[in-house]
Structures are given as C-alpha cells and as structure tokens.
C-alpha cells in the first residue's frame, strides 16, 4: 500500500512539474510555446474531417431551411397595414378603423410565437455543422462506425486530458491571486504596489486563460481603455472577464458575495481599489454612481469594466445598454467581443445551469476562441442624454462584432414585457387612426 502511495505521489509530481514548467512559467511571462496553436490546428483539422463525414453540405442546407422557418418584414406598422388597405385605399390618418387592420396584429403575433427576437438570445447559439460535443447534437454521432470512433477519441481527450489539466491550472490560477493580492494588499500605497497588483492580476488571468485553451486575437490595441475611463462591453460569459484581463488590468464592479466568490472578492481588493456593493446598495442608484465618479475621478486608478446589459447574450447580438454607466460621465471605451460557436459555446444560460455546471462545460470544451476589438473612445455629445449616448456605444459595438443590434432589454430574460412596451405600439397605432395631434391633445402633457 505504501509503494502504491509513493507511485501516486511521484506521478503527481511529474504532473505538476510539467504543468508549471511549460504551461504556468510561460502564461506568467506572456510567453507562447505553441501547444495552443499546434493543438488548435490539429483541431481544425478534425473539424473538417468530421464534417465530410457527416456530409456538411447537407446538414447546411437544412440548417438553412429551419433556420428560415419565417420571413419577417422590416417595414413600419404604418406601411404595414397600408399595403393590407391596399384593395381599399384609404387615408391611414383619416380616422377609420377597418377590420383588415387586425391581420396586421395577428400576423405579428403569430410570428413571435415561432421566432422572436428577444427569447432566442437566451439559448444557445446554433451551430452550421456538428462540433462533436453531444451538448450540441445527441444524434450526429450514431450516423457512422468511424464518426463514433472519432466522437468517443474527442470524449477520452476532453475529460480525461484536458479536464485535468485544466482544473491543475485553475487551482493553481485562483490561489496565485489570492496569495499574491493579499501579499500585495500588505504594502504600503505606492507605484511599487501597484505594479505589483498590476502583475499578480494580469498573470492569474493569463494561467486561467491557458486553463481554457484561449486563442485570443486583439485588434486595434491604440484604443485600449486608459485609467480614469470606463469600458464597457458586449456580456456572453462570466469568463468575458478572464479574456480582457489577458490584456490589460481593469476596477471590477459587482455586488458582495459570500463563499469562495468573497474570500476571491476580499483579497484582491486589499491591492487594487474595485468597486463592491452590498446588496442594499444596489438598490441605491445615487449611491452607486457616487462611488462610481469618485473612481473615475482619480486618474491614477484603473479603468473600471462594466458589461451594461446585465445578463449574458448568446453571441449573435447586443441587446439594451443601462443607460446608468453613461450618467456619470467621463470617457467610455467600448469593446466588442465575439466568440467562434466552432470550439466550444462559451453563452452562460444562467436559467439552466448553473455556475459549477457552466464551468464545467468550459472545461470539458474543444476550447475558447475569440475576437476582441478596442473601439476608439467615445463621450457624451452636446444635447445628447444618456439613453441616446447609450445607444450610440451600443450600435458601434454591434457593427464591429458583427452583431445583431436589439433594442429589447436584457432583462426580459427573467422578467414579463414592461406595460410601457404595449401601451407604445398602442399609441403608434391610435396616432395612425385618429391622427397625431388629437392622440396628443387626449393624451395631455405629462
């Protein structure tokens, strides 16, 4: 039993030192010995050869057909129930009421039901082609002897490979950062301090990175946010963090947690100054943006990163921007991330699986690849408020992630349509029927 012992403890060793000698030591100096790349070209490969196994062509062309179930049109409701007028043409303003007016309603209704544009972020992005992980497709993998040989190969390397490692890595990742900030948060205030910080945060990010298989391509780095300014950025997964932080160091924003989420919390505020609140707190909007311009307004701290959706979007859009981080002032820095669905669905679906279960998705994946944007820096035009300023950063993220820009709010997710939505399209209706100016005479100012 003891040599038994003595056997484990040697191979852990060896394990260890070859986790920390290729892996750690390089992701601590930035440095890249090519395993990521060779590995993710290897992968490519496999990709490709699976799809001509599993005929992507056809796969494609019923993807195409299913995905365009319905055809939506892009006009006005003006326009709209004027081309269901069209056998009798009357004026929209003239203040009559047709009964054709109501397929307009029940068309759009009925077009929602199949396919909306709001309930269809909060699930999983769809896929061209089969990546061979069974999460994506539970069937693909029957079709052939040797697309099974090959799917069951992806299986043995996922959890018994890379799912090791990468937990070694994350272990080794998370305690860096919580010895190393509370070491650092013992040190007097100074440039040495935070320099230190600096350097303890950038290389646990680095080594959790490494933990996911990351490939991560930063473009336009001139615009990288600077301190004393805010970023914000499109929100898919919690792990969005872990990929800015590879670049650069950023003052969280975040309501106070308790468990292993605190203890991580209380140490690395103790070296750099991020910004937590307690739940009462969150409540408190005066009090929130309060903390947040006094932060903007010392040039000598960190960017502060803030993902103004609230909730995690599957990756194909950007829904609405909280008008509260574009209040407070100060230059914002928008960047726009996007993932490739090909390697491995990093979209948190909060509402099914939760955090340990995410995160062991992440890990059992291919690996995370994805693009990352600096956008130069924008601030609030002259008569512009925070909602349109909100919208302009949003619309400019959308367009260089090549997203789909949504003006529906995030918080659908979990809560009912606002009757404020509703009483809209009423009101643009009634305007139409019996004219602007008696809607706005009934109405009254507000």
């Known amino acids: 039993m003891e040599g038994a012992w003595e056997i484990a403890f040697v191979l852990f060793q ?49 993807h195409n057909v299913l995905s365009g179930i319905i055809e939506k049109d892009d006009g006005s409701m003006e326009e709209e129930i004027g081309e269901l007028r069209r056998s ?17 309603f029940c068309k759009k209704g009925i077009e929602n039901i199949v396919e909306d544009q709001v309930t269809q972020r909060f699930t999983s992005e769809e896929l061209a082609s089969w990546n061979l992980l069974t999460r994506t497709n539970n069937n693909f993998r029957y079709i052939s002897v040797r697309l099974t040989i090959i799917w069951g190969l992806g299986v043995f390397i996922r959890y ?76 898919t997964s919690p792990i969005d963090i872990v ?37 009462s707190e969150m409540k408190d909007r005066h009090a929130v943006a309060k903390r947040l311009k006094d932060h903007i307004a010392d040039k000598t701290k960190l960017p502060i990163l803030i993902f103004p959706e609230g909730t995690c979007i599957n990756n194909t859009s950007v829904m609405m921007f909280k008008k509260g ?58 008569g512009e408020d925070a ?25 659908l997710k979990r809560e009912k349509v606002k009757e404020s939505f509703k009483e809209e399209q009423q009101k643009m209706y009634s305007s139409m029927i019996v004219g602007s100016d008696f809607h706005e005479a009934s109405v009254g100012p507000a």
Not at 392 to 411: C, E, F, N, T
């Open 325 to 382: 981080s574009f209040e407070i002032g100060g230059t914002i820095y928008p960047v726009a991330i996007k993932y490739d669905p090909q390697f491995g669905d990093a979209f948190w679906n909060s509402a099914k699986y939760n955090m340990v279960s995410y995160l062991l998705r992440m890990m059992t994946s291919w690996a995370i690849v994805c693009n990352v944007w600096y956008l130069p820096p924008m601030t609030r035009q002259d």
């Open 88 to 104: 009798h043409p009357k004026n929209l303003a003239g203040g009559d009421f047709t009964m054709c007016d109501a397929f307009y």
């Open 160 to 235: 018994c490979i890379l799912l090791p490692l990468r937990i070694t890595l994350a272990v080794i990742g998370l305690s860096w950062l919580v010895i190393g900030t509370t070491l650092v948060g013992l040190l007097p205030s100074c440039n040495a301090k935070n320099w230190l910080s600096d350097l303890v945060h950038i290389t646990c990010y680095r080594i959790c990175a490494r933990g996911l298989s990351a490939t991560i391509r930063y473009h336009n780095k001139e615009n990288r946010p600077k301190k004393g300014g805010i970023c914000v950025a499109n929100h």
């Open 387 to 411: 909602v349109q300023f909100a919208n302009r950063v949003k619309s400019a993220i959308a367009h260089q992630g090549g997203l789909v820009d949504l003006s529906w709010d995030g918080g």
């Open 14 to 62: 060896v394990w260890l030192s070859i986790v920390v000698g290729l892996i750690v030591l390089p992701a601590m100096f930035g440095v890249s010995l090519g395993f990521t790349d060779i590995y993710i070209k290897v992968l490519v490969k496999t990709l490709e050869v699976k799809a001509f196994l599993l005929l992507c062509l056809v796969s494609f062309q019923i």
């Open 243 to 279: 990929i800015l932080a590879n670049d650069g160091c950023y003052a969280m924003v975040g309501q106070v947690h308790g468990g292993l989420m605190g203890v991580i919390q209380r140490s690395i505020v103790r070296s750099c100054p991020h910004v937590w609140f307690e739940r």
